[in-house]
């Protein structure tokens, strides 16, 4: 064979599997909703009648799809955190707490100072949310890098802290006045100040601009891990850390780093769902985002541009799932078992994903650029942790 | 803050200690087999939830209790198959596998529940049989031999899992294979059929453990009532240095700050009880950093196995 025919042949394998690396998230889906299916015949539940009206709710019209980009725009910043952390090698479990944080803390700053103008105020509100959510992400990071706790039960506890901190600060300090005054002390904020409040896209929605200003953000994720320095060394890091330390590479800081990052976008998000979506801060607003974050930074391959379809496909399945309950009496819960399942499937398929990337080392090994890597490398994370 | 510190109150705190260490002793001790053969599980707070509803359903439709155990540990085990097909044989990330298995156990017990059930209802759980002769001891018989059956049950698997996992084969098998795959496998132990034994072994105690809630402690079935339980019973096994008596320190330290919160709100104490209720979750994190440095955890843990060609 001539040179030029093993190239083209080994073009067209590598061709072959970026396709069967697109098809796997997507058959993983597929499966995931077979066995919900089946998991609803068995309730005595017709599981197309329940799809279709899930799909029909999420995307069958105007307000259905307003809806689901309104719920896209948290899901896509949490899951851009997630892209940072877990390719840096940190498991972030944590969303759900650094979107309470950060929610609880752009509240409390425009309420504080609610004769700043707009243009400094609403800034300065989402920058606020964002820093708590990097504090409340950064713990977790520090714990990690310099005592090796393990950060998926560091995020998990930390998640119980800010929800019981959201709790006593509804409930207390910042507690509505109206509430007192009316007696009724439904936990909840008092209303932003509405210079802060972000720009509506359509009227009679909660459709606001947020949306817009995620996918930029998408992007400059995406040019930050693929195109700057930082970016590398996180996902050296994240890929082997021995050999990043190896390489000169201050492991702790970058462990530290993704960590701090990931919980800036989840801080941000909740900020974002304060100042777009509520105007103020409630029970009960992270809405499980954490969670869901995680489950479409998965399904987009933990690639920052690839959370951007899965974001708006899981930011549907939650409104359709709302409209499943209320048409068809099939509680909402089921889309957590379908996440649930979702994740399974994923994690499972990779290994698909490993034995042919082995397989093409083996094969290629004069070619050193292999392109495409397992999703998740399985030496990150916690060696020798306690 | 006097009132805390009556004999009456000290004695009522430790009971309750000693009650609530029942589901951590549990989930802690069952996570524990799998995590010395090698496998992290993070599921078992949604494994917890779905054993709470079996044992929950099966005793709310027939009334007997130990029907409504095995409906929880049969539940648990099929968990801990799912989990080890995952993590075992496909060879996945512990660490977001046991997310997923999580949203599943937690999505798919609130959907039962809701579409089963529906209501908040109560049954008639396991209640405190006073042992003859030992009850009767001052201050400890108050304390420890007033329990319910799973309690008993929940100190009297401490022992047994060190004898295990000390003195058996299967015990010696375990710990080969989460300390040295390769040498284990070398021997002719297989390596992937103990760690589905440990995982499904695991689960099904997490399982118990959801159930020793829903039909022992609190004798109700709510929507994500572990509230995280699950993940301090896996931080559990880390601050035992995944062994047996050190997890049974962990379990009954962590009750008993429980109880301890509980017993402030009890009484109306001048302390937030939203604060109050960090307690558990912050000593976790500081437990983690600070106790049982020097040991070990288990060489091969989260690694999955894969014989070399």
Not at chain 1, 110 to 117: D, K, Q
Not at chain 1, 358 to 381: C, F, Y
Request: aromatic share 8%.
């Amino acid at each position: 064979m001539s040179m030029n025919a093993v190239r083209s042949n080994r073009q067209r394998r590598r061709l072959i599997g970026q396709l069967i690396d697109i098809a796997l998230p997507l058959l993983a889906v597929a499966a995931a909703l077979l066995t919900g299916a089946f998991l609803l015949l068995l309730l005595g539940v017709n599981p197309l009648d329940a799809y279709a009206a899930m799909f029909r709710g999420a995307f069958g019209n105007t307000s259905g799809i307003t809806q689901t980009l309104t719920k896209m725009t948290p899901l896509l910043l949490v899951a851009l955190g997630i892209c940072i952390a877990f390719r840096g090698g940190m498991i972030n479990i944590g969303g759900e707490g650094q979107i309470i944080v950060g929610a609880l803390a752009a509240a409390a700053f425009s309420l504080a100072l609610p004769e700043w103008p707009r243009w400094l105020l609403l800034p300065s509100t989402l920058t606020a949310g964002a820093l708590a959510g990097a504090v409340w992400g950064g713990i977790a990071g520090v714990l990690k890098a310099r005592l090796n706790v393990n950060e998926i039960l560091s995020t998990v506890m930390l998640n119980a802290i800010a929800l019981q901190l959201m709790n006593f600060l509804l409930r207390g300090p910042m507690l509505d006045p109206e509430q007192i005054a009316a007696g009724t002390n439904i936990p909840q904020s008092a209303a932003l100040p509405q210079q802060v409040w972000i720009t509506r896209l359509m009227p009679r929605t909660l459709l606001h601009s947020g949306i817009i200003y995620a996918i930029i953000l998408a992007i400059i994720v995406y040019l930050l891990l693929w195109r700057t320095t930082i970016g590398y060394r996180i996902r050296a890091v994240g890929a082997n850390p021995a050999a990043a330390r190896y390489a000169g590479i201050p492991v702790r800081t970058y462990m530290t780093l993704s960590m701090t990052l990931s919980g800036l976008f989840a801080g941000l998000a909740g900020a974002v769902e304060v100042t777009g979506v509520h105007h103020r801060m409630i029970e009960g607003l992270s809405g499980g985002y954490g969670f869901s974050g995680i489950v479409a930074a998965l399904f987009g391959k933990l690639h920052p541009l690839g959370a951007i379809p899965a974001s708006f496909f899981f930011g549907g399945m939650l409104v359709g799932a709302d409209k499943m309950q209320r048409s068809m009496q099939v509680p909402s819960a089921l889309i957590v078992a379908l996440q649930g399942l979702i994740v399974l499937f994923v994690v499972s398929s990779d290994i698909f994903v490993r034995r042919r990337s082995r397989r093409r080392v083996s094969l290629e090994q004069d070619d050193a650029n292999t392109g495409d890597q397992p999703l998740i490398v399985p030496t990150a994370g916690h060696g020798g942790e306690r | 803050m006097n009132e805390l510190f009556t004999l009456g109150v000290l004695i009522g705190i430790a009971h309750s200690g000693v009650r609530l260490a029942t589901p951590y002793l549990f989930a802690a001790l069952g996570e524990m087999f799998g995590q010395r053969s090698g496998v992290l599980n993070l599921g078992v707070d949604g494994i917890m939830l779905m054993g709470a509803f079996a044992g929950f359903y099966t005793v709310f439709n027939t009334g007997n209790l130990w029907l409504g155990v095995a409906a929880a540990l049969g539940v648990g085990a099929l968990m801990g198959l799912l989990m080890a097909v995952v993590s075992v044989t496909m060879q996945a990330e512990q660490g977001i596998s046991g997310i997923g298995l999580y949203l599943f156990g937690m999505g798919m017990s609130s959907l039962l529940f809701k579409m089963l059930i529906g209501s908040v209802e109560s049954v008639s759980g396991f209640r405190a049989v006073a042992i003859p002769v030992l009850s009767r001891i001052p201050v400890i018989g108050e304390v420890f031999f007033d329990q319910n059956i799973l309690t008993y049950l929940a100190f009297l698997m401490v022992p047994l899992s060190w004898f295990v996992l000390n003195k058996t084969t299967f015990g010696l098998k375990i710990r080969a294979v989460g300390q040295n795959p390769e040498a284990a496998d070398s021997l002719g132990v297989s390596v992937n059929r103990v760690r589905y034994a440990t995982t499904i072994l695991g689960s099904a105690m997490a399982g118990l453990a959801g159930a020793s809630m829903s039909i022992g402690l609190l004798n109700v079935f709510q929507e994500n009532m572990t509230n995280g339980l699950g993940f301090i019973a896996v931080a559990l096994v880390y601050f035992g240095g995944w062994r047996p008596y050190g997890i049974l320190g962990g379990a009954l330290l962590f009750s008993t700050v429980s109880a301890f919160q509980l017993w402030i709100q009890v009484l109306g104490l001048p302390i937030a009880s939203d604060i109050a209720v960090m307690l558990p979750y912050v000593l976790t994190i500081v437990a983690l950093a600070v106790a049982v440095r020097q040991i070990q955890q288990p060489a091969a843990l989260t690694k999955p196995y894969e014989r070399g060609e």
